[in-house]
């Protein structure tokens, strides 16, 4: 590629859809950029995209054909980004960034969803080599153009060179109200406001957290899934009437991005038919593992976050297509009674506060989570700060973390966020209406894991007393696994010696 020799600020490999929107992002915040991927067509479409947006006299997009020449277009030390699939591409471009000649003081930013432990390692291996840092990203290829919410994490040092490149890139937040300060054009910076870019902690553990932003993601949709799925095959709602009370209720408390475009979705009408685009929709989803990951550390960390699991679950289940066809010949569910108008508007009340109500929990859960991972890794991670970052540019992005951002910051030690008064004062005075849209649910025999277990867990977290004593007992009668006893000192382990006539209690360890 034949371009004037111009120093750039940043290198950047892979120009997919969130790679491309980065880079255009980048440009209009003034950093000029050496732009590379393995197909030439995608560099020529950033440069060209670059062209037609760009307001000032130069070029602010250079193409690359090799990492050699990525290199040399390169103010030193060199920084360069990364958007590339998670996984075996991320060592591919390390590697080739290797042989292409990178010095150890050179910065290389991981931004694709990669596994914390894979990011932790993949440090680890290139240290010699280079500085790794990671930067979870969310938000979309929108979010990508106009303003991201960042996860950084990694070397302090590495940050301090990048910190000034994501505050500017990234969504901001108008700090007294908590709400985004809106970026929708080319060429629009915004300086203003509080930056959704906030450095997390050591390797790993800002894709941990964006990690669990997707888990708490799942169950975010999951909920409204269900309240769409109740109030249609329910209540005998079309998607359009539906669409006028998710919409209501995106002016109040549930204010928020998910709930903003399930209004977009269920409004929009089939380009080629006509018809409602989401009756049209195979109700099979698909799912890309940053939930599955969520749920699989919940239970190694042991913090119950039974509603993410749930929503990974109810995707499962969904793919199960020809098996449901066939159970629905032959599972007989319930005849509900015909409800009046009014008791219908009741219902649409009661599932109001039961969508808030799980979703307060689907949180709790998730940061809870987050706080005994970095406990067990050694991270100290500002909550006060992540759900800062989440008040825009990210897929969770809603007006309700403000409150969260409050809790945080009234008590840092929170050990759930169920146990801020401001949030146990918003439970207690919604939960009647939230278990009787849960029966409802039930009595209409429309599945709603996400709104019941979320119910489950706050009556098990409420709950001084659980039947895990039974449960022990039953576990000492077959496996000798012993129990403590409430009536002697703590840690004292006991054991029934059932296979004996006299079964005496005796005391182990």
Known sequence: ??????????????????????????????????????????????????????????????????????????????????????????????????????????????????????????????????????????????????GPSLMPSGSPYAWTRVKPIWEAISAKVDPQTGKPIERNQPGQVITEGEPCAAYIGPAGAGHYVKMVHNGIEYADMQIICEAFHILNAGLGLNATEIADIFEQWNNGLLDSYLMEISVEVLRHKSSDT??????????????????????????????????????????????????????????????????????????????????????????????????????????????????????????????????????????????????????AKQLSERQLNWRKAVCGATMFGIPSGALSSALSYYDSIRSETLPANLLQGQRDFFGAHTFERVDKADGKKYHVQWSTTERKTVVIG
């Open 1 to 146: 590629m034949t371009q004037d020799k111009v120093l750039c600020d940043i290198g950047f490999i892979g120009l997919g859809v969130m790679g491309k929107n980065l880079v255009l992002n980048l440009a209009d915040n003034g950093f000029n950029i050496a732009a590379f991927d393995l197909c030439d067509e995608k560099v020529q479409g950033v440069i060209e995209q670059d062209r037609l947006e760009n307001t000032t006299a130069s070029p602010r997009v250079y193409g690359c054909s090799s990492y050699t020449e990525l290199l040399s277009q390169l103010k030193a030390p060199h920084l360069i980004v990364l958007s590339v699939p998670a996984g075996a591409p991320v060592d591919q471009v390390c590697e080739n960034l290797i042989g292409a000649g990178i010095q150890p003081d050179d910065i290389v930013i991981d931004t694709g969803n990669s596994l914390w432990v894979d990011t932790v390692a993949r440090e680890n291996k290139y240290k010699s080599n280079f500085l790794l840092f990671s930067s979870a990203v969310s938000g979309g290829e929108v979010g990508a153009r106009f």
């Open 274 to 423: 006509g018809t409602t685009l989401v009756d049209l929709i195979l109700d099979k989803a698909g799912q890309k593992g940053t939930g599955l990951w969520t749920a699989m550390s919940s239970l190694e960390v042991g913090c119950p976050a039974p509603t993410i699991a749930q929503a990974v679950y109810a995707r499962s289940i969904s793919s199960f297509k020809e098996l449901r066809t066939q159970a629905a010949t032959i599972l007989v569910g319930p005849n509900p009674a015909e409800l009046s108008a009014q008791e219908k508007q009741d219902y649409i009340e009661q599932l109001h506060d039961a969508i808030y109500c799980a979703k307060m929990c689907a949180y709790a859960q998730g940061f809870q989570l987050m706080k005994l991972a970095a406990k067990e890794h050694g991270w100290t991670l500002n909550f006060a700060n992540i759900a800062k970052i989440w008040r825009a540019g990210c897929i969770i992005r809603a007006t309700f973390l403000q409150s969260i951002t409050q809790a945080y910051e009234r008590n840092s030690d929170l050990d759930n966020l169920l146990l801020d008064d401001f949030f």
